[in-house]
């Protein structure tokens, strides 16, 4: 088969959707089968630079076609126009793989695309009204046209068929496979004294607030832990400027990766995810993890993390505390359960199911 798949949100700052795109194609060139994989984007200079060092030491074409600086309108102009047929650009297909930037048409072949979450949709409040308007057209395409839709997680399938109504047959199910730079092994941070850590997006969803007023709760019995927040400022961020509160901003992954190991504990405390990719990443780290007990995020923690009521300061302090005192028992069932989150094994999921899909159409 001819894969090409929609590399276009490689061309910002990697976070989780951008780790998922990545992940996946590692597990599609692990799986091999003769398969040709493309890396296809319509992007700016500067994205496409972003992109080729991300794809660096992965044996996939590229074909990443570069567009006028605004190309955040070309590509939606192409998406909504529905013309000219993607083959022109990207060559002959038997996949064609879409992301949430763009969705133009295709001649022919599979049809499939990735949904991480449909947040804008359960909580259209949580997101930006552009965010919503965006994502819900590409959720109608997707559901009206698609002939394969991926997914993270069993609990994003239910939703998927729950509020889109796609067929179960029509949904592949392919966790997250976690990089290998996320290990025991390697360096770990030194912020000065102990800390627990946390990294998400800075919006309403990720419940920062929650956690910045679990912290003084902690420092009880705990005075020299400090909280270390990674992540951008998203839509209606959260003020951080708090005692003992370090702000980090976007960190890389390998500064990512050392930061899990030199914490005294992650914590996650999410309202909803469509999986919960730093849970693993931590626990792949030899991190003990407090994780909201919301039941999206209920694959990533599987027996391995603390779960707590993320509407709760107190219950969140008393998991750190739990965490602190059980670190050990915590890391080595991290270890065995992010064990089963590898590119490879996500790459077989979508293989197979674009094969299905192929010998159903002939």
Not at 90 to 103: E, I, N, P, Q
Not at 244 to 250: D, I
Request: some cysteine; glycine content about 8%; aromatic content about 8%.
């Amino acid at each position: 088969m001819r894969i090409v798949v929609d590399v276009t949100p490689l061309a910002l700052p990697r976070t989780g959707i951008g780790n998922y795109v990545l992940g996946m194609l590692r597990g599609l060139t692990e799986v091999g089968g003769g398969n040709e994989i493309v890396a296809f984007s319509a992007v700016a200079p500067p994205g496409k630079r972003r992109i080729e060092q991300a794809l660096d030491g992965l044996p996939v074409e590229r074909r990443l076609i570069l567009v006028p600086p605004r190309s955040h309108w070309w590509r939606t102009a192409w998406s909504r126009l529905g013309r000219g047929p993607v083959e022109r650009l990207a060559g002959r297909l038997d996949v064609f793989h879409f992301s949430d930037w763009m969705y133009p048409p295709q001649r022919a072949g599979v049809r499939a695309t990735t949904i991480h979450d449909l947040v804008p949709l359960r909580h259209p409040d949580w997101v930006h009204p552009q965010t919503y308007r965006m994502h819900s057209r590409k959720y109608e395409h997707a559901a009206r046209t698609c002939d394969l839709i991926v997914v993270n997680s069993e609990f994003t399938a239910s939703e998927v068929f729950e509020l889109l109504g796609v067929a179960r047959e029509r949904i592949c199910v392919a966790p997250p496979g976690i990089a290998a730079s996320f290990r025991p092994e390697g360096p770990a941070y030194d912020l000065g004294g102990p800390y627990v850590f946390t990294v998400a997006t800075l919006e309403r969803r990720k419940n920062l607030e929650t956690l910045l007023a679990a912290m003084p709760l902690v420092r009880r019995r705990h005075p020299e832990l400090r909280l270390a927040v990674a992540g951008q400022p998203g839509w209606q961020a959260p003020s951080l400027d708090a005692e003992r509160v370090l702000p980090l901003g976007y960190v890389d992954d390998h500064d990512l990766a050392a930061l899990y190991r030199g914490a005294e504990a992650f914590v996650y405390p999410s309202r909803f995810e469509g999986f919960g990719i730093p849970i693993v990443e931590a626990m792949a780290s030899g991190t003990p993890v407090v994780s909201s007990a919301h039941p999206s995020m209920d694959e990533a923690s599987g027996e391995a993390a603390v779960r707590v009521d993320p509407d709760s300061a107190g219950d969140i302090a008393a998991g750190i505390e739990r965490a602190l005192s059980e670190a050990d028992p915590l890391v080595a069932r991290g270890f065995d359960h992010a064990r089963r989150f590898t590119p490879r094994a996500g790459g077989e999921a979508i293989l197979r199911s674009y094969e299905a899909q192929l010998s159903s159409a002939r």
